[in-house]
């Protein structure tokens, strides 16, 4: 495994997210953290450094949906992008893109539907409402360390994400309607991306601490 986050909340409080899923009503929020049973989305690519400088890792998880006409989960994610610059001395890596799926909600809707040339009648179709988040590409990079050691943070603070509500009826490539901006937050974080094969398993590199820093001041 060339990449690691730990998700136990004990210790690790990897993300929170706040959105608002209401446009006309920016007051109505939801803040929510991820669960104990997410797990790691076999979307995530995490290649040896050598061969790659992009690793993404996806965790995802599910909530029964509260809709009693529907008997189905309402599917969440949230996605890290570290990106690994070989340029540098020493190279450094970083989140350079944070984004998150939120389906939010169903509800069923009468459509005309035409059975044959003389015959049409209504039909139950159910729509599926869900929330997109991105910061998009970040430059300058997030959370930079130097390859081979881990970052930890005790507090990574509040980034924001542009938030758009999709329906599952909308035509495809649809811009959705624009949200509140959503925030991921991050509270005693430890990750360890770009891991060399020689890197000891289901441990962490030498952690890189976000809240030191470098005393400057010589002694006379």
């Known amino acids: 495994m060339a990449a690691q986050i730990v998700l136990d909340p004990v210790w690790v ?14 007051n109505t929020t939801i803040t929510l953290d991820i669960p104990v049973t997410a797990t790691v989305s076999p979307q995530s690519s995490c290649l040896p450094p050598d061969s790659n400088s992009t690793q993404l890792f996806t965790v995802e998880w599910s909530d029964p949906d509260p809709n009693p006409d529907t008997t189905g989960v309402l599917n969440r994610n949230l996605t890290l ?27 069923i809707v009468q459509v005309n539907t035409t059975i044959d040339t003389n015959t049409t009648i209504l039909v ?56 509140t901006n959503a925030t991921v937050t991050g ?8 891991r060399s094969a020689s890197a000891p398993p289901n441990q962490f590199q030498l952690p890189s601490d976000c809240s030191y820093r470098p005393n400057d001041i010589v002694p006379i």
């Open 13 to 26: 409080h990897l993300s929170g997210l706040t959105l608002s899923p209401d446009k006309a009503n920016a």
């Open 124 to 179: 139950n179709e159910t729509v599926l409402e869900y929330i997109s988040m991105s910061t998009f590409a970040m430059n300058p990079w997030e959370f930079l360390v130097p390859e081979n050691r881990s970052y930890l943070c005790m507090d990574t603070g509040v980034k924001s994400m542009i938030s758009e509500l999709h329906k599952s009826s909308e035509p495809g490539g649809s811009p959705g309607e624009r949200l």
């Open 187 to 194: 509270k005693r974080v430890q990750f360890d991306a770009f």
């Open 81 to 107: 992008h570290f990106s690994l610059n070989q340029t540098t001395s020493p190279p450094m890596y970083g989140v350079s893109k944070i984004s998150a799926v939120y389906e939010y909600r169903t509800y």
